[in-house]
Structure formats: structure tokens, C-alpha cells
């Protein structure tokens, strides 16, 4: 640009803008950088963006004591791996950092209380309340909806009935179709209900069959499941629909035992205090502070007090679900035992709800801030071969957890209540995208026992480090407010073997020499010594790690989205001026390598916009490029699986269905899902809503 502009004329215009690909600028220029509200014309570049944020973030750390030089010295690390493209925090951060908006979070969620309003604000109206100003300013909300009594149900205060937790979700839709996003995108919704839910049948059908692309359009639906339910399931048992609807008699039991009732669970996450009692009662049993009761004692007490509606075969009620999922991709299953054992800080109570995209398993009222590493950054090819710059991803780890940790105090939250949630856990959500290209630069096919292997190795390593950097902010900055030492689960110790995933999927096969080679270093990380340190100084964050989906910024970043497969190679776009062709440029670079790269050859990869099929084309780039659709269910799952076992949070992740899939297919996958211990499962067969957005590489 010197050499056209002249020496110093472009002052304001940094080289580093030319790593950010057409369809990155593109996304910036209509959402992100800044205008001048009067005259609407543009007052940054997305250099100006980064630094933006930067600054904005580093400046956190002056109340922490740091000096001007120090904090001047963090923002230009944070800037440079956001102008970089290794790291990048989610959309609300770009957008609202220093800003008058001041939401920097993308996720949370809100409880819902079974009352219209509540002096504690977290009646139904007061959750539609909350849910509007997260929204406004670019966050997405999670609800449980769960504790409304289903429809029909008695209504004392006015001796009316009921309308139900499905109408009332229909209200929050609407909401959220009025309130755009900081005037810049819709908001999105995660609606759950547990499956004792008297109306669950209603909700499972909510968004299929007549109802697919009409209703609750701004939801994503999941079921809560629990490991007694998916074990009557296998055994073809009944269990009982519950009205969550509490009489309040002062000074009885009541309420507390239709609540454990209704939660029919194996709460064996409460390991350490009941781990003996369980072992005399056997089986499933519920807990308060003072005893502990079997599941039938407390069924008999619920049928005793009314609370229990009819009874289901659990097999059916399973089938119904994937019946749904088939049809249109909702309702997906939240594994809530898992959730739970898994939760480190599992002491403050119980989880029941995520965000939209299910990477954030969170409590009441907590929000949660998510950035993403790309892993395609972190591929070096030199003439010895390919390797993995390890020491590069721990540097910039090392800084991510930093800024995101810095979020939590830059924050400007919309309600109190979340203000006081969140920073008593201080959750973030280190995450990763790219990892399909990280894959094809290394010459690993997604769908093979080394991708999986690299997955499972890469996301123990980001997990380490993370957890490590938190434990150096505590003795810098303190614990997280609710850190206990010894109540914190520290989640490696319930981590799934590789083999064991390799196991329940039935997939055979061993790692190759190349990939062992290439990951050898993660083999020496040392966690109990990380245990002692966390016990010596303390941790800054309750969670560290979640895997999101990146639909925006990996398109920022110029690379895949999340840990998913590609989806497309070559497609056509329809634009007001025409029709053109996109090609995915590392395709292009291997078309290239072939002497492929003729317009021909991509016309017609752009028809299908996969090769697998494709007779004519190299073996190695057929077996290198399956996409989304291409890939077998159990490598999506195999994939989500190894991410999630070194993840203390979510890992969002769409099993995608080629469309002649049967209904098996669903059921195979969701029981999978359940003994891989994911957090939750979401399936979409492909052309299985009639008006499917083709949006490549960006999910719903
Ligand atoms: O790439 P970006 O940071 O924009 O977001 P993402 O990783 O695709 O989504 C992360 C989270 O942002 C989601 O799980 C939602 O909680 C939230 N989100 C939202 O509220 N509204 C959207 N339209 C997209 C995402």
C-alpha cells in the first residue's frame, strides 16, 4: 500500500486489515464497527475495533493496582491477538466494549418463577422484563420453565385455570421478535422443560409437524432428562408427570417435597456428603440438609399430596422426542445429572437451564462472557514436516483467559441480581474455532480416530492452561466470592478416557504414530500438581473453558466455525446484483496444489458444494473435505464427546442428519449422547425444515 499511497499517507489504515477475508469485512462493516449517530458515517476501522476493545479491557486492571506502562503493556497483548485472528471475544465485546451499551456477555439465564410477578423479580413478567434488556443490548437468554403449573391447572388467587408454560413461552417469543438485538440482530432463546413436566408433551411438539417453522421460532427447545429417566427408557418403564404447583401451607414439608419429587434423579453429584448414605439406601435418593429419602418414598409422598398428574411409559415419551427432533431438529435433550456432577461448583445449587446454544450450563440469574482461540492459527508447516505451536497456543491462552477474566468487571449489567450472580462465580467461557481447517492443514480427516484423538489431546491442553492462568489471576487478584477448596469438583477427575468414547460409538481403530507424535506433549501435563496449586492460592473463575458455536466471529477470524466440520466447499450466492461463486479458499489452495483449480471443476463442486462423491477428484482431498452432511453421526458426536470431557461448562454442537435418515438415527444418537456424557445433544436432518436458511458456516 506504500508503494501505491505513498509513504505515510494512510495513516489510519493498518496492514493488519488485510488478513481479514471479503466476507469478514463485510460482517464488520454492517455490524460492528462504530458510526457517528448523527451523520451515520463510520469512526473506526476494524484495527480502531480491536484497540477499542483492547484498551477498554486493560483498563479493568487499573483498580487491581497495575501502572499506566502495565496496563498499556496488557492492552497491546490483547490487541494483538485480536488483530492477529488467534483469539477473538464473542460479539457483545466487539460490539459494546467502551461504548454506551455496556452488555459485554453473550450468555445467560433467567429464573421463572411460578407466579406472575415476585418481590424478588423473578416472577413470569419479571423474567420477560429481563429477557428484553439482555436482548436489546446483544445477549442470549436461557429459561427453565419448568416450575409453571401446566395448563388447566387451579389458579386460587382468581379461581381461574392455568394457560401453561407453552403459552406463556409464546409471549417471550414475540418479545424477542419486537426487540432487536442493539438494533443489530434478533435475539435467541433456550426454553427447557424437564421431562416430569405434566405439559411435556405439549412442549415436545411445540415447533414440529404443523407447528415446524411457525411457532416459538426464536426458541430452541431441549428436554431436561435425568439418568433415572434414560433407565427407565432403556427398560421400557413407566414414570410419573408431575404439576409443579405449590399450595405454600406454612410450616409443612410441602413444598419441599413435591420439589425433590419432581426432580426423580440419582443426585449422586452430591458425592461427597452422601456418598455412604447412598450406598445403604440404594439407588436413587433425594437430599436436604437433614435426611435423605428413596425415590418411591418420595413418589408416595407426591401421589399422596396430588402432585402427580398420570403416569407415561418412559419409552414412548423417549420416542416422542425423537419423533419431534427428527421432524424438525427440536425439541434436543439437556442431560441435567450430568450438568450437575460435573458442575465444579456444584455447592450453590442446582442447574437447570442453558443458554440459547447450550455451551453455558449456568444457575439462575449467572451470565457468562465466551471468546474463542482459533486452532487454525496454530498449524506450522516448515520443511520437517507439520507441527503444532504449542508455546504459541498457551501464550495466547494465557492472555484470553486474562481478557475475558477482565470482562466480568467491565461489564455494566442490566440487572442486579445478574450483577451478583455473576460475580460471585466469575464464569468464562474460553472456547475454540477452526478446528475442521486445523485438521485438513495437519492432513487428518475429520471423520477418522486421530481427529477425534487430536480433539480430545487439543482441548485437555486449552483446559490446562486455562485453569492455570485462572489459578495465577487468584493470586494476583483473588478467588472467585463462592470458591470453596475443598467442595470445588475439579473436573478432570470424572474425564472419560479416549478409549471409552472409542467404546460406547463402536468405532474401531488407534491413533496413528504421526498424531501421538504431534500431541506428545499434552501426555506430560501434570494435573495433581495443578490440584495442590489451585488448594495453595485460590482460583479466579468457577468455569473456564465452554465451547461456542462462533457463528460471527469465525467469519470475523476468516476460518471454520467452532469444532464443526465444513460446511460446504464451493456454493452459489444470490445477491441483488447477481449470482456468484464462493469457494472455501483452503479447498482452493488444494484444488490449486492439483492443478484443479479451473472454473469448470468448481461449477460443478458448487452444484453439491461437497467432493466426497466426486470420482474425478484426488482421494486425498475427497477424504480431507467430507462435510457437515458427509461426516457420520458418530465422529459429530465422537468429536463433542472428546471436547467435552476437559470442559467445564457446555460444548455446543450440531449432530447434522443426512435428510434419508430414519427416525433410529435420532434415537441412536441421543442415547449415545447420554452414555458419552455430553452435556446436551442437538440433531438437524438436513432439509428438514420446509424454509431452511442456507446460511454456510453460520448456524441457527
Ligand atoms: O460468534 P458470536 O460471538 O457472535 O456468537 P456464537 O458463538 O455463535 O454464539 C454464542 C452465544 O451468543 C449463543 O449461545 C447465544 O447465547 C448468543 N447469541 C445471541 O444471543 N443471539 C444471536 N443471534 C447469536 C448468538
Known sequence: YNHVYGKGKWKDFDPKDLLLTYNALKVLEARYLLKDPNTLRYIETPQMMFRRVAKYLASVELKYGKSESEVKALEEKFY????????????????????????????????????????????????LRAMALVHQQGGGTGFDFSELRPKGDVVASTAGVASGPVSF?????????????????????????????????????????????????????????????????????????????????????????????????????????????????????????SKIITVDEA????????????????????????????????????????????????????????????EEPLLPWESCNLGSINLEKFVKETENGKYIDWDGLAETIKYAVRLLDNVIDANKYPLKQIEQATKNTRKVGLGVMGLARMLIRLGIPYDSVDAIYLSYQVAKFIYYHAFKTSIELAKEKGSFPAYDPLRYHDIWESARPFEYLLEVTKVEGKPSEY?????????????????????????????????????????????????????????????????????????????????????????????????????????????????????????????????????????????????EEPPETVERVYLMAWKLGVKGITVYRDKSKSQQVIYFGIKK
Open 80 to 127: 494483538e491477538i485480536m488483530s492477529n485472528l488467534r483469539f477473538l471475544p464473542n460479539t457483545p465485546t466487539l460490539m459494546n466494549s467502551g461504548t454506551r451499551l455496556g452488555i459485554l456477555s453473550a450468555c445467560f439465564v433467567i429464573p421463572v418463577r411460578d407466579s406472575m410477578t415476585t418481590p424478588e423479580g423473578d416472577g413470569i413478567y419479571d423474567a
Open 169 to 289: 413461552m409464546k409471549i417471550f417469543d414475540v418479545s424477542t421478535d419486537v426487540v432487536k438485538q442493539g438494533g443489530k440482530r434478533r435475539g435467541a432463546n433456550m426454553g427447557v422443560m424437564h421431562v416430569w413436566h405434566a405439559e411435556i408433551e405439549d412442549f415436545i411438539n411445540s415447533k414440529s409437524g404443523k407447528l415446524k417453522d411457525v411457532q416459538l421460532q426464536n426458541f430452541n427447545i431441549s428436554v431436561g432428562v435425568y439418568d433415572y429417566f434414560m433407565e427407565k427408557v432403556e427398560r421400557g418403564e413407566e414414570v410419573p408427570l408431575i404439576t409443579p404447583r405449590k399450595t405454600r401451607i406454612p410450616g409443612t414439608d410441602h413444598d419441599y417435597y413435591i420439589n425433590k419429587a419432581r426432580n426423580y434423579m440419582s443426585e449422586e453429584w452430591v458425592q461427597e456428603e452422601i456418598l455412604n448414605e447412598l450406598e445403604e439406601k440404594g439407588g436413587a435418593v433425594w437430599l436436604d440438609e
Open 299 to 358: 413418589l408416595a409422598i407426591a401421589e399422596k399430596e396430588g402432585a402427580i398428574i398420570r403416569w407415561i411409559n418412559a419409552r414412548s415419551l423417549f420416542e416422542e422426542i425423537v419423533k419431534s427432533a427428527w421432524d424438525s431438529g427440536d425439541p434436543g435433550l439437556l442431560f441435567i445429572d450430568e450438568i450437575n456432577r460435573r458442575h465444579p461448583v456444584w455447592y450453590l445449587g442446582k442447574i437447570n437451564a442453558t443458554n440459547p446454544c447450550g
Open 515 to 659: 498424531v501421538r507424535k504431534l500431541t506428545a506433549i499434552v501426555d506430560k501435563l501434570d494435573f495433581s500438581e495443578l490440584k495442590a496449586e489451585r488448594i495453595k492460592y485460590g482460583l479466579r473463575n468457577s468455569t473456564v473453558v465452554s465451547v461456542a458455536p462462533t457463528g460471527t466471529i469465525s467469519i470475523i477470524a476468516g476460518t471454520s466455525s467452532s469444532i464443526e466440520p465444513l460446511f460446504a466447499l464451493a456454493f452459489i450466492r444470490n445477491v441483488a446484483v447477481g449470482k456468484f461463486m464462493e469457494i472455501d479458499p483452503l479447498f482452493l489452495e488444494y484444488l490449486r496444489k492439483y492443478e484443479l483449480d479451473n472454473p469448470e471443476v468448481v461449477k460443478k463442486v458448487a452444484e453439491t458444494g461437497t467432493v466426497g462423491e466426486n470420482m474425478f477428484m484426488p482421494a486425498t482431498i475427497r477424504k480431507l473435505f467430507r462435510t457437515a452432511h458427509e461426516v457420520p453421526p458418530e465422529f459429530h458426536l465422537l468429536h463433542q464427546a472428546a471436547w467435552q470431557q476437559w470442559n467445564d461448562s457446555g460444548t455446543s454442537k450440531t449432530i447434522n442428519l443426512r435428510s
